[in-house]
């Protein structure tokens, strides 16, 4: 009998979790990238309101933020602490990251480029690993640094973990 890994287990209850919660994952993926576009929008709109003092662009950053927030609540439907602002602020740093990376890449850079890539996906595979509860955060202090739970003795790093789960689980191209 062929042992199932760690990664597969994780496939497995991030499966489970989806269809106990009717999630469609590729939709939430396009939301989840909707709203990072929407966090960038706000911060735009906050830079042009500074920099021209015209009180429009944080009317408009007000408007902007409503709707992000009403999007991010179709994602996290449940939450405990911070895993709201911590998920907003996963989605803003991976969409800042990718924006780098893409300058990086554009001048020929491509090293450099691809270890920010790198860093947003790693950031992006956190935020799904905190919404669909691959995280255990209950004993997020008691396991190690690389682990998803007490049982989970895979050598590679949580970030590393979870971006493989999202990749197996996450298909954008399914309509």
Request: aromatic share 10%; net charge positive.
């Amino acid at each position: 009998m062929k042992k199932i890994t760690d990664i597969e287990k994780l496939v497995q209850k991030a499966q489970k979790f989806s269809k106990e919660k009717k999630i469609d994952l590729s939709s939430d993926e396009d939301l989840s990238i909707a709203i990072m576009n929407l966090v960038s929008l706000e911060e735009h709109f906050f830079f042009s309101g500074a920099k021209t003092k015209k009180d429009k662009y944080y009317d408009l950053l007000d408007q902007v933020r409503q709707v992000r927030k009403e999007l991010l609540g179709k994602i996290i439907q449940e939450y405990e602490g911070e895993v709201w602002c911590i998920s907003k602020h996963l989605l803003a740093a991976s969409m800042r990251l990718i924006e780098v990376g893409t300058k990086y890449y554009s001048k020929g850079e491509k090293s450099q480029a691809r270890d920010f890539f790198s860093k947003a996906y790693d950031l992006y595979s956190l935020f799904w690993g905190l919404n669909l509860k691959l995280v255990d955060t209950e004993k997020i202090n008691k396991i190690g640094n690389n682990q998803l739970n007490i049982h989970d003795d895979n050598k590679k790093s949580l970030l590393a973990k979870l971006g493989e789960v999202v990749q197996k689980i996450i298909d954008c191209c399914k309509e």
